[in-house]
């Protein structure tokens, strides 16, 4: 069955940085792009950054453009989220996303909080 397990939140101070991972399996990964969302305490869901099956594209939330770099290893079954020049307003927990086919899959989620 597809998984998704996320790692690397926690809790860093403004104009820290992170690097999430996301580490997939049951389901051929070097085919589908790949997709980072996030969700804050009373918000809805939203695109973060996706990256396409090979890599060779990716796009960003107006919001993190700049500040924060999508990328995959297809030889890990993996892809990271590189976040830079972090605020308070990027706390949220964080999820990977992919969509096969007609069906969206998800990871349980890693809080990310940035906090003085």
């Known amino acids: 069955q597809v998984q998704l397990v996320e790692s690397g939140g926690g809790l860093v101070q403004p104009g820290g940085s992170l690097r999430l991972s996301c580490a997939a399996s049951g389901f051929t990964f070097n085919r589908y792009a790949m997709s980072w969302c996030r969700q804050a305490p009373g918000k809805e869901r939203e695109l973060v950054a996706r990256?396409?099956?090979?890599?060779?594209?990716?796009n960003y939330a107006a919001s993190v453009k700049g500040r924060f770099t999508i990328s995959r290893d297809n030889a890990k079954n993996t892809v990271y989220l590189q976040m830079n020049s972090l605020k308070p307003e990027d706390t949220a927990v964080y999820y990977c996303?992919?969509?096969?086919?007609?069906?969206?899959?998800w990871g349980q989620g890693t809080q990310v909080t940035v906090s003085s």
């Open positions: 996303n992919t969509k096969l086919v007609v069906v969206d899959y």
């Open positions: 990256i396409t099956s090979a890599g060779a594209s990716s």
